[in-house]
């Protein structure tokens, strides 16, 4: 058999079981995706009922499957999400989408009781962003349904949950704690007097930095059990570990974070209210992050042009070296950067019309890079992890507004599972 640790990497889009050999290779991979349900309200949320079934009996299978010796199980998931229980360890509520309209009302009343935007954003490093910071929810689930809140014992963030779902501890752990939850005072270094105040810090279970949760019976013998990881603070392990220098780390998917694990600097009112803020490390140290719903406009203008275009025409990874220099300058001509408000008929092929979506993307999250930058001084490398490293017209066009700095993957493959199961120190 094959010695691997497996990792759940569970994301907004796709579900991923991976196994990492002694060399933190790939060996073995299954995906799912699940539609989406609603909660009380209508509003989408993950059915995280159906999620947790597949991850059990994915992992009966894969202990039935007698090819891979798997020495440990951790988890990653995307951040900004809470799952309630009560005493008995039984769900409370929905896992409700962290991009659920935030009730002005509770807005105002949180404002009154707790100080203005701009002094909530700087104590606890987080933008002002509704459900997502995620400590809010918990403050709307307490004073907008009150008798869901009544029955809550625990409060874990998702990765937690998961770790819990396959038989560890209840606990939580920094890099949950720290992305933008509104929950964490910087300053102070513990949970911000918000959070005292309403009494809600009883219900999250301690924090730890020990990488692992216990252990869980498998094959007749017991193997350890990861703490779980917040999904952007897990991709940024691989290149810590590696890199030599001074660095900056771009991962992509739903959202293109930009992660800065050497700024010291405090971030000030205007850099919070741009979308910049402070992630924690698996240790509790602070990261720089920006944030660019990169991936999400990328995915939602391609339906436009899939309506647009015959589907066949539309091929992105696959472009070629002479493509990508035809288009790589491709201009705005007063399109502005405003994309969703396009005129389509603008466009005569689709390769312009890409080409022009992804100019005005990268404007967009060249400004959000910039922000994790600082004014500290130059960082040597600009690394690219996830679906867009391997766009060319996007490595490209990026290239283009950073000549100085090298920009570079080290082809890391599922780095954000690859993160979480480096985190074991096993290997």
Excluded at 62 to 77: Q, V
Excluded at 257 to 284: H, K, Q, V, W, Y
């Amino acid at each position: 058999m094959i010695p691997c640790i497996a990792v759940f990497d569970i994301g907004k889009t796709n579900k991923k079981l991976l196994l990492f050999d002694e060399q933190y290779n790939v060996i073995h991979s299954l995906a799912r995706q699940f539609d989406e349900i609603t909660d009380e309200d209508g509003y989408p949320s993950e059915n995280l009922e159906e999620v947790s079934a597949w991850v059990l009996s994915t992992w009966k299978q894969l202990e039935d499957d007698r090819h891979f010796d798997i020495k440990a199980l951790n988890f990653t998931t995307y951040g900004a999400s809470l799952v309630h229980l009560d005493g008995e360890g039984n769900t409370v509520g929905a896992l409700y989408n962290y991009l659920k309209p935030f009730p002005e009302d509770l807005l105002r009343k949180f404002r009154e009781d707790y100080g203005e935007e701009v002094q909530f954003c700087t104590e606890t490093a987080s933008p002002p962003l509704g459900m997502l910071n995620s400590g809010l929810q918990l403050y709307w689930l307490k004073y907008a349904r009150k008798e869901l809140f009544s029955k809550v014992r625990y409060s874990l963030h998702l990765p937690q949950y998961f770790s819990r779902l396959l038989g560890g501890r209840y606990c939580s752990e920094y890099t949950s704690v720290g992305c933008h939850t509104g929950l964490w005072d910087f300053n102070a270094g513990d949970y911000h007097r918000w959070v005292k105040n309403e009494g809600l810090d009883v219900l999250f279970p301690p924090l730890v930095t020990d990488p692992f949760n216990g252990a869980i019976p498998f094959r007749g013998g017991y193997i350890p059990l990861g703490t779980g990881l917040h999904d952007s603070s897990s991709a940024l392990i691989p290149y810590r570990k590696q890199a030599g220098t001074s660095f900056m780390l771009l991962s992509t998917g739903t959202w293109g974070i930009t992660l800065n694990p050497f700024a010291r600097e405090p971030l000030n009112p205007e850099l919070l209210l741009s979308d910049c803020l402070n992630f924690m490390s698996p240790g509790g140290e602070t990261v720089r992050a920006s944030r660019f719903f990169l991936g999400h406009y990328h995915d939602e203008m391609l339906k436009r042009l899939e309506s647009v275009f015959h589907p066949a025409a539309i091929k992105i990874i696959g472009w070629d070296r002479e493509e990508v220099e035809k288009w790589r300058n491709a201009d705005l001509n007063g399109l502005g950067e405003d994309f969703e408000k396009w005129d389509m008929s603008y466009f005569k092929e689709f390769r312009h019309a890409y080409a022009s979506l992804m100019r005005a993307l990268v404007k967009k999250q060249s400004r959000a890079i910039r922000l994790a930058a600082g004014s500290e001084g130059q960082h040597d490398i600009l690394y690219l992890d996830g679906g867009f490293s391997k766009n060319p017209l996007f490595i490209a066009m990026l290239k283009k507004e950073f000549p100085g700095l090298s920009i570079e993957s080290l082809g890391f493959h599922e780095g954000t599972a690859l993160g979480a199961a480096m985190h074991l120190g096993l290997f």
